[in-house]
């Protein structure tokens, strides 16, 4: 192997989790914002993660609505059927 693709292979394996770590948190929110859309955060680094950045608008969920302020309904309560 040559000193150039010697060095630049070193270069490249340095660089490999520099790079991927700064993409970390934002891979880690979309997740917590796909949990978000699929029902709910399911772990406390979800639940951080969309308090501080917030999920993403018409997502439908209690969670999500409590971080809007907006009233919380429980879709498991029939409602009266009109006549």
């Not at 270069?11 to 770590?21: C, I, R, S, V």
């Not at 880690?28 to 709910?40: K, M, P, T, V, W």
Request: glycine share 10%; with cysteine.
């Amino acid at each position: 192997m040559d000193r150039l693709t010697l060095t630049i292979a070193i270069l490249l394996l340095l660089a490999g989790p520099a790079a991927a770590g700064g993409l970390g948190e934002a891979g880690e929110l979309e997740h917590a914002r796909a949990n978000a859309r699929a029902g709910g955060p399911v772990s406390e680094r979800d639940a951080e993660l969309l308090e501080r950045y917030g999920c993403l608008s018409g997502t439908n969920n209690d969670f999500c609505r409590r971080l809007e302020n907006k009233p919380v309904t429980k879709s498991h309560e029939k409602r009266p059927k009109k006549n």
